[in-house]
């Protein structure tokens, strides 16, 4: 295997969680009577530039098919999330009727839509089908493809260049990172900016966040790395921000290296200077993570097992990808967890990948009341316990497994 990014050998291993099917793979009624196609979920680490990355099996196409499943609208907290940031970026680079935005990987539109509220041209590139439709249907511009240098040259040739271009959890999720990276020097005016989100990865080491790794994240991105990245394909990063999302990410502001004119910001140089101190390009902090991801599955077979013996009746919340690759390195099958709650129609009445754990709408809480809640997405732990603190009538208990087992009352934050 070699580095993505240098082509150097890549021989470091990082996390082995043996093997699985694609984490947005959910199956229908009679996709029960078919065979899944598993890949091995393997991530190593690159001593030449400390680039982590997945072994690769699958390609973009497969992971990111026409039925892909995940909807970013369903979460109130991202929404949110997405809504403050088109508040503070419009008046920070003063958008307007004049401007042109571009976001890559617009899904369902979660976020195209406040720039359209305001009055704001913009349009979307997101390859999936199903989540283009659905932002189509928002009155959003959605151009069906994936957003490569082919692309990017084909909209500057358009005269459709942008003062901002947005990427958010898309950074990890290309195979061609380098590719990717370049294609923002030809989508962004002279004068542009691209602001790009993703998971930290010294938050995903420090609280042994395992269960993000999955083949749809070819990458797990350090800042370091980013940057060394940004610079060789001609990108320039001025800022840097530290994120609550996702268990804890980044937002990196970068420009055209040959035309952009912001000065870094004092936050770029100490989160190198941390990360360094951390030891981040040492094959030494990567050496324990595999055993605390097993300590972590262990914990949550052992709960599900006494649970059962103890008569106590588990549900889950969430059919999120990272709730399937938890639930696929421990082994967890309806025998423990007999059914997934999500608020997502698309997933009701479906199946979760490798597990075959049936989905079923919130009411299923309500009538079956469940004793402990497990919460798959822990990042969105807060949000999940206000919206289902109903379930306090009848004492149940909310359960998240990472980075170990806890337990907290209903409508109890943690």
Partial sequence: MNCRHCGQAVTLPFLDLGSAPPSNAYLALEGLRRPETWYPLRVFVCKNCWLVQTEDYAGRETLFGSDYAYFSSYSSSWLNHAHTYVEDIVRRLTLGANSLVAEIGANDGYLLQFMQEKGIPSYGVEPTASTAAEARRKGLQIIERFFDRQLARQLTDEGRQVDLAIANNVLAHVPNINDFAASFVLLLKPGGIATFEFPHLMKMVAETQFDTAYHEHYSYLSFTVVQRIFSQSGLRIFDVEQLTTHGGSLRVFAQRADTGANEPSRRVGQLLDDEAA?????????????????????????????????????????????????????????????????????????????????????????????????????????????????????????????????????????
């Avoid at 599955?297 to 399937?324: P, W």
């Fill in 278 to 414: 951390a030891g981040i390009n040492t094959a030494a902090y990567y050496s324990d993570f595999q055993t605390r991801a097993e300590s972590a599955k262990d914990e949550l077979i052992s709960f599900l097992v006494t649970a059962k013996r103890q008569g106590l009746k588990v549900a889950a919340y969430g059919a999120a990808a990272k709730g399937n690759t938890l639930l696929n390195f421990a082994g967890v099958r309806p025998d423990l967890l007999p059914y997934v709650v999500d608020r997502n129609p698309s997933k009701q009445g479906m199946y979760m990948p490798g597990s075959r754990i049936p989905i079923v709408e919130e009411a299923y809480l309500e009538r079956e009341r469940p004793d402990r809640i497990l919460i798959l997405p822990w990042n969105l732990r807060e949000e999940l316990q206000t919206q289902l603190a109903y379930v306090r009538q009848w004492n149940a208990q909310f359960v998240t497994a990472i980075p170990r087992i806890q337990i907290a009352p209903a409508g109890m934050n943690r």
